[in-house]
């Protein structure tokens, strides 16, 4: 078992990784039960989780409700935010209370988020189910829905109580998206972990088969990197937050270009990003060119996008641009990139020129 703080004074909390730990979960669970009955969210694909985190709960003595959502991007709106708070009232959910967010990023940001805002803020745990909110999503307390304009746009930071990750629930996950959840773990190799990555390169197919040892020590590095940078920076002002959108940007343009839709996981986009965001270094000389070969090297030998095409997109230089206008990270006509003066040595550059950009992808 392995126990990360994430230290954030009076808003602190433990991420516990065990191999098995859903079926035990109410041991940790019990003292913020405080004898009441637990309500759980999660989605009509985990069922399956759902019924092992019940009986294990039931053992306990601790009563539970559930809540299935359907599974999804769009579940992460308006009306069912609105449906989701109503809920919660009916059932009687006091600021006391710890909902638990059971399911992969869509869940832990509707459920974060109906916490943040029911009763001027309740408690709540989340027990991640895909690698991407194992690694990323479920650290570090940014929580959303998704409005017209764009996703994300509607939310706050509320950082849950208590993280519970049991890798063995990636078993039943789909590779594709073990693979894009993937892409968020060698993300923090390429940040400022230059030893991670090898490790990555060494180990990755091992990974992506399940090896236990493998994914737990992939899933641990990734946390206490998430948690020290949150630690460092929970609102994302000082800079060193923002070096977690590693890839982010360009992987914005295709993601919105792909329509946020599954044709292109958020995963898949981020990958073809920080492929992007190496080559548009290299290309500028900020970064070895050795480096951003390796970077797209490694991506496409695990089934990665590693660039625009690769992720199956098409559109010209000029659409994606415009998407990045778009981006809910431009501040005041500037949109901050992370670039890199090499693996592991990202960096926030908020004088990109975007012409320069333009030139980058119509290349
Ligand atoms: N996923 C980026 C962050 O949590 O800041």
Partial sequence: ??????????????????A????????????????????????????????????ALDEAGIASEAIVLP???????????????????????????HVIALGGGVIGDLVGFACAILKRGCGFVQIPTTLLAQVDSSVGGKTAINSRAGKNLIGAFHQPALVLIDPDVLDTLPLRQVRAGYAEVVKYGLIDDPAFFDWCEANASE?????????????????????????????ETTGARALLNLGHTFGHALEAEAGFSDRLLHGEAVAAGMALAFAYSAAHGLSPAADAERVSRHLRAIGLPDGVAAAGISAS?????????????????????????????TFLDTSVDLADVRAFLAA
């Fill in 317 to 345: 230089a000029d659409v994606l641009v415009d998407h990045m206008l778009h981006d809910k990270k431009m501040d005041a006509g500037t949109l901050p990139f992370l670039l890199a003066h090499g693996i592991g040595q």
């Fill in 71 to 97: 599974p999804g991007e769009a579940t992460k709106c308006w009306a069912q935010l609105e449906a989701l708070t109503d809920r919660l009232l009916d059932l009687g959910v006091e600021r006391g209370d």
């Fill in 207 to 235: 990974l992506l088969e399940g090896a236990p040892a493998a994914r737990a020590y992939a899933i641990a590095i990734s946390v206490a990197a998430k948690a020290r940078i949150v630690a460092e920076d929970e609102r």
């Fill in 20 to 55: 098995g730990l859903l079926a035990r979960a109410a041991d940790r669970l019990k003292p913020l039960a405080r004898g009441r009955r637990m309500v759980i969210v999660t989605d009509s694909n985990v069922l399956s989780h759902l019924a092992t985190l019940q009986a």
């Fill in 1 to 18: 078992m392995t126990t990360i703080p994430v230290s954030l004074g009076a808003r602190s909390y433990d991420v516990v990784i065990e």
